[in-house]
């Protein structure tokens, strides 16, 4: 889905917030391969990032033609920081559940932004029907792990070795759920 550009602010800065458009795939291919590479909390080694170009031009497309899926930009002073998104689920037993994701390039973290993002990526979830939002997150990232206490998202399962690392090491993840 695509909505208007909008402006957040947090901490007397100004983020825009935009639908992604198919001009942004190379940027986004090289954002994917930089956040994997900084963090140990995304699901993708960095080299596992071997889309095309016109691979994700197709996912950009699709993602701003569908009806449940959002996924937008984040820009401050005009350079891309990174982006938050939610998918939702087409079959009717589950259309009031959504599941988001955020990631920012590691130097933009810890600004007041990431909540900026997820705050009116829930309100615009809310306006689309959603009743409840879901989330994996690593057990380990508990820096994000308050962060999403503290917007009102509560844990409700764990999943023990939910990612397995090229180094033979395992991390839990918690799946954690808030009612909009």
Not at 49 to 77: C, G, H, P
Not at 164 to 171: R, V
């Amino acid at each position: 889905m695509r909505v208007p550009e909008m402006t957040i602010r947090t901490k007397g800065q100004a983020i825009i917030l935009r639908t992604a458009t198919e001009q942004d795939a190379q940027m986004l291919i090289d954002y994917l391969k930089k956040t994997c590479a900084e963090t140990r909390f995304l699901a993708k080694e960095p080299e596992e990032i071997q889309m095309t170009v016109e691979q994700e031009e197709q996912f950009i497309k699709r993602t701003n033609d569908s009806q449940t899926d959002l996924m937008l930009l984040a820009f401050l002073n005009g350079t891309y920081i990174g982006n938050c998104s939610f998918t939702g689920v087409s079959t009717s037993r589950y259309q009031h559940r959504a599941t988001m994701g955020i990631a920012l390039y590691q130097k933009y973290t810890g600004m007041g932004i990431g909540r900026a993002m997820i705050e009116k990526l829930l309100e615009i979830a809310k306006e689309k029907g959603y009743e409840q939002m879901e989330l994996e997150v690593v057990a380990d990232n508990q820096r994000a792990i308050r962060l999403y206490e503290s917007i009102g998202f509560q844990m409700y399962g764990k999943l023990p070795d939910n990612m397995k690392y090229l180094d033979g090491t395992y991390a839990d993840a918690y799946w954690m759920m808030k009612k909009l």
